[in-house]
């Protein structure tokens, strides 16, 4: 699905803004068609943005279900004869549509975009009412996979096996767009290049038209044609190429023309970074050169937002990003929003891009997670229904960002219970199904430590080993001496082992910014600062090591646990984004690795 754009042929109106706002408390909204009529009671929402810490209801937070969206909106008078749809960023977790009383989509997957052709139920120059209906539950079925528990008293419990708050709501834009019934439908593009010259592989597919004709440009950043060919799919050259680099993300504009005889019917821009992407041996690399990754697993995740999406903590975040020397982020634990790909995209920042299976783990559910305990690839748990989902979920994401320069490696799961029986029948057809909608990228899957080498049945079938660890916080608390052995000793088995490159996703203690103490104390920045010099020093002894990302960019919020005090404290930085001791450490560690 395309990101819609304003173009010579299309054209595109912003949706956000305050909606009317109800909550579906028993679960009667749908049965009794509250698309038919203005939504009732007094609340509003803004869109994007969470709706749990909004309001002062403690109830409309805690609620398990549906919260209803709705707002009146004009089409623009001039869009007589175009296809007219309505596309939705994310709802999350589950979105139902209705333009006045129709339903005219549904999605499932909190993370990706969604939109319906709404043109036969619309009309230029006139209003409609535009319904949403947002579910936030978490099933087995569902990705991230839940449980919903109903307690004595009836009320309905959310249950999930990650450690993130399960915001909800509209977390993204919502568009009213016009395109041409004769129209670009999808693109594909890979690259490479050859010497001084780029070349674009391209695939455009086209719908409304069997006799229609494809000619594409090829525009440098200045605006200068570059190339140009014919035909819906082919190769262009690109003379003195300007690579896409990390750290310098130069992007081309791929200009798709679609006539019938010498009529335009369409014009839709792609950007195009050209860059190459591969494994060999023990290296990744991109352009041919050695990448080291720096940088973090980040959150959406912000004060009073939630997960709702703002250009200016987009900004911030990317700011303190450059000033901390990372080249580099994973999507943890979902998809981003496309205006942060964007950005990647924009500004050479090179992306793990991560699906949102989160919470496959039923071993350490009994553990530090709380929930209950059983097998993991057992029905009710993680059974086929969550595996046709996450094939969705894997189509989805590839779908949304197959052309993206930025994203160099697929991550199709974090910390599944991949030592368990099961593991193996479950994520191999998976990493089959990555490979065939994407063969130009590397695949990797994100290692939980209860799953080491020797343990874990999957590994072999990836590309890039990803391992999060916690040495010297969840175990060996506090002795860093003993920490420091673990981790070694545990690489050099993955070294061994597999021999391939192998990037630490995660490591990192939680710290309260302002404790400190002499001694090797957790929760202290000092320890922080301790606790990352040993990874360090670990990390550059280990030839298979490729990367090192922290957990977490940012303190972020989770659910309620005895081991979270108001969320997750691993941040460099705090919620509201001011360093701690480990940020100025890893600033100078990076700077270094970067050569800066
Ligand atoms: C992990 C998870 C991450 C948690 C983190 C922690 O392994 O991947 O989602 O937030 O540990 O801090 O416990």
Redesign the pocket.
Known sequence: MLRPQNSPTREMVTLDGTWRFAVDWDRTGLTDNWQNGPLTGHLDAPVPGSINDLYHDEKIRNHVGYYWYQREVRVPRGWDGERIFVRLESATHEGTVFVNGTKVVEHAGGYTPFEADITDHVTAGETFRLSVAVNNELTNSSIPPGEIIELEDGRHQQEYK???YNYAGLHRSVWLCSVPAVRVDDVTVTTDYRGATGAVDYAVSVTGGDDAHVAVRVLDEDGTEVARANGASGTVEIPDVTLWQPGAGYLYDLVMEVSQGSELKDSFTQKVGVRTVAVEGKQFLINGESFYFTGFGMHEDHETLGKGHSDAHMIQDFQLLEWINANSLRT??YPYSEDIMDYCDRHGVVVIDETAA?GLNWAIAGG?MGGSAGGTFEPGHVDDSTQTTHRQAIRELVDRDKNRPSVVLWSIA??PDTAAEGARGYFEPLVELTRELDPSRPVGFVN?MFAPAGACTVSDLFDVLML?RYYGWYVQTGDLRTAEASLEKELRQWDEQYAKPTIMT?Y?ADTVAGMHSIYDQPFTEDYQVAFLDMYHRVFDRVECMIGEHV?NFADFQTKYGYARVDG?K?GAFTRDRRPKAGARALRQRWAGKLGR
Do not use: L, P, Q, R
Request: glycine letters at 6%.
């Open positions: 990650h450690d993130f943890s634990h989160v530090i974090n910390e939980v999060n995660e990192g957990w997750n691993k």
